[in-house]
C-alpha cells in the first residue's frame, strides 16, 4: 500500500471517525434513555408523564420529548447473551478464505469509512464499490487491482458482510479467513 496521507492526516481522519463514532453511540444511549422513560411513563399508567418528570427532577415537556424520541426510534429486541457475536462468527466461519492482502486492503478502506444505516440494505455492493472506487481515487489503494476483491465481497450475502464490518471494527480481523496458501507470505507477494 502507499503512503501518501502524511501521518498528521490520517490522525486527523482518525481523530473524525473517532468522533463520529462518539456522536452515534450518544445518540444510542440517549434512544435507550429515551425509552426507558417512556417504559416508566406506561407503567405508570394515568400522571405518567408527571410523574415521571418529579421522579427525573425535570419538566413534562422534557418527559414529552423523550417520549417523542422514543418513538421516532424503535427500540429493537436484544438478543440474549452473545447471540449476535455468535452468528457473527458462524457468518464468518463460512466466508470463502481470501488472501491475507486483500484482508488487510478491505480492513483499511473499512477503518477510513463511516458505516451507518445505509449500509443495511446492500452492504457488500456498497463495500465492494468503495474499494473500486479506492484503486482509482488517490487513497492508499490507488493502483490495487481491487476488482478481484470486489467481485469476492460481492458473493457475501447482509449477514457475512455486517460480521467483516464487525470484525474489522473490533480489531478482530484474526478471525478473518486467509487462503491457506497465503497464510505465511507477505502481503502483495507470493515470498514467505
Known amino acids: 500500500m502507499s503512503t501518501n496521507t502524511p501521518e498528521w492526516l490520517q490522525a486527523v481522519q482518525e481523530a473524525d471517525i473517532e468522533a463520529d463514532l462518539l456522536r452515534d453511540k450518544a445518540e444510542q444511549v440517549a434512544v435507550r434513555r429515551a425509552h426507558a422513560i417512556w417504559r416508566g411513563v406506561q407503567e405508570t399508567g394515568p400522571g405518567g408523564r408527571d410523574a415521571a418528570a418529579a421522579q427525573l427532577g425535570t419538566t413534562v415537556r422534557a418527559v414529552d420529548k423523550a417520549i417523542a424520541r422514543a418513538k421516532a426510534n424503535p427500540q429493537y429486541s436484544h438478543l440474549p447473551g452473545n447471540l449476535l457475536e455468535r452468528l457473527f462468527d458462524l457468518e464468518i466461519a463460512d466466508l470463502k478464505p481470501l488472501p491475507a492482502d486483500w484482508w488487510t486492503a478491505i480492513a483499511h478502506l473499512v477503518r477510513g469509512t463511516i458505516i451507518d444505516s445505509i449500509w443495511l ?9 468503495d ?3 479506492a484503486a482509482l481515487d488517490g487513497s492508499d489503494l490507488q493502483g490495487w487491482d481491487t476488482a478481484p476483491i470486489a467481485a469476492a ?22 478471525t478473518l479467513p486467509v487462503a491457506e496458501a497465503d497464510q505465511n507470505t507477505e502481503p502483495g507477494t507470493d515470498q514467505p
Open 121 to 129: 440494505d446492500a452492504p457488500a455492493e456498497l463495500l465492494a464499490a
Open 131 to 133: 474499494l473500486e472506487e
Open 153 to 174: 465481497v460481492r458473493t457475501w450475502n447482509r449477514t457475512q458482510t455486517l460480521a467483516v464490518l464487525e470484525a474489522i471494527r473490533q480489531d478482530a480481523t484474526d
